[in-house]
Nanobody, 125 residues
């Protein structure tokens, strides 16, 4: 089983950038699809971005396209989420996750097998 640890969150002002990291240990990372989800207070966990095992293709939620970039370095067992032009509505706990979703199911929480504990991102206006 793969264990995931997120880092890089924090409190920033609107318009700033952050780079989240997801470090993996255990077998499976290099062959699994990895994704980022986020959950704001009182809301359901929502899909943010996904990257296939080889680094391509990548998929994004409409709300983050053009501002978020997902990438991975399999040799380092690490996935990243570069977040630019942060908005207050981006405030949430960001989770990384891995699994083998179907090609059209990458945005579904239930398609993933293991999750990190999350890292808080707070954006002030």
């Amino acid at each position: 089983q793969v264990q995931l640890v997120e880092s890089g969150g924090g409190l920033v002002q609107a318009g700033a950038s952050l780079r989240l990291s997801c470090a993996a240990s255990g077998r499976g990372f290099g062959s699994d699809t990895m994704a980022w989800f986020r959950q704001a207070p009182g809301k359901e966990r929502e899909f943010v971005a996904a990257v296939w095992w080889g680094g391509r293709p990548t998929y994004y939620a409409d709300s983050v396209k053009g501002r978020f970039t997902v990438s991975r370095e399999n040799v380092k067992n690490t996935m990243y989420l570069q977040i630019d032009a942060l908005k207050p509505e981006d405030t949430a706990v960001y989770y990384c996750t891995g699994g083998r979703p179907g090609p059209y199911n990458y945005a579904r929480v239930t398609e993933y097998n293991y999750w990190g504990q999350g890292t808080q991102v707070t954006v002030s206006s």
